[in-house]
């Protein structure tokens, strides 16, 4: 066969050399110098490495985090949770369950005996973010069985800085009519109440009047009432100032009748975010500070 055939190659494989006397006697004195403790100044070295590895083992996490930082991410993760929720009508039972926790991981942060209610910061305007109450979410219900129907955005008024036992909250819806007012402001129906202070977290509402106001009709309506291409009369004017002005208002306490109250639990509260709970007709509501109202 071609393989057998082939000769084989014949190679000279000789044994390495000794190293010569010289470079055996360097090199066992260098092995000797290494087997030998170190200097003192790379123990140091050493051990002080190993030293700054161990604490930053044993540091804490905690210790990276300030409490204000804790704070701010706490609320974050609450606004995060409601949104896409409108405002709390399309919520499902999860979607709502995971609001609750995050409620209350933020609670915990206003929890427990200190200083009585801060009015100053409680002072100003508030606008809803989120509701579970279902005196509110029947607003939103309506709104989507009436298409013509607009609520737009939700207000807490509180008018207190200058108190140190209560003052007023006035509740402020915005709303509107389709091709009748302007959209999601083209009116305000604002319900009154008086509050008084009874502990840190307590207070307790009486109601006081129901009021529509802020009309604010479309240019639609405006040009059917007093056309533009036309001089408008005194009558016109009259009426469009008439609605411009217009306020009605219905008490709800008086001498011959007394609104029931409703204790209102304000479970947190700092420069930006209000958290409160009805205790008399339920649900949470969850309250970011907005613009003062004109």
Not at 125 to 133: D, E, G, K
Request: with cysteine; hydrophobic share 40%; aromatic share 6%.
């Amino acid at each position: 066969m071609a393989l057998a055939a082939a000769p084989l190659l014949r190679l000279s494989i000789s044994p390495p050399s000794p190293p010569p006397p010289a470079a055996t006697a360097s090199f066992l004195a260098c092995t000797s110098r290494i087997s030998m403790s170190p200097p003192s100044s790379v123990r140091l070295r050493h051990e002080g490495r190993h030293q700054g590895l161990a604490a930053a083992a044993t540091a804490s996490p905690a210790t990276s985090s300030s409490p204000a930082a804790d704070t701010e991410r706490r609320k974050h993760e609450l606004l995060r949770a409601v949104q896409e929720t409108g405002r709390g009508s399309t919520a499902k039972p999860d979607q709502r369950a995971a609001i609750e926790e995050a409620i209350v991981c933020v609670e915990e942060l206003g929890a427990g005996e200190g200083s009585p209610l801060d009015l100053a910061a409680l002072d100003g305007t508030w606008r809803l973010c989120y509701t579970s109450a279902s005196d509110v979410l029947v607003l939103f219900e309506a709104a989507e069985r009436l298409p013509l129907l607009q609520v737009g955005q939700i207000y807490q008024k509180f008018e207190c800085k200058d108190r140190s036992d209560g003052g007023v909250v006035r509740n402020v819806v915005r709303w509107s009519i389709e091709s009748l007012l302007e959209e999601q402001d083209g009116a305000t129906l604002m319900v009154s109440a008086k509050f008084a202070v009874l502990s840190k977290h307590n207070i307790f509402l009486q109601f006081e009047e129901v009021a529509v106001q802020n009309i604010k009709i479309s240019e639609q309506l405006q040009g059917l009432i007093a056309p533009a291409i036309l001089p408008r009369s005194f009558l016109s004017l009259q009426i469009l100032q008439f609605i411009k002005t217009f306020r009605a208002q219905v008490p709800v306490n008086g001498p011959e009748r007394r609104s029931p109250g409703g204790l209102y639990y304000l479970s947190y509260l700092d420069r930006d975010m209000l958290l409160g709970r009805s205790v008399s007709g339920g649900g949470v509501f969850i309250f970011t500070r907005a613009q003062p109202l004109l």
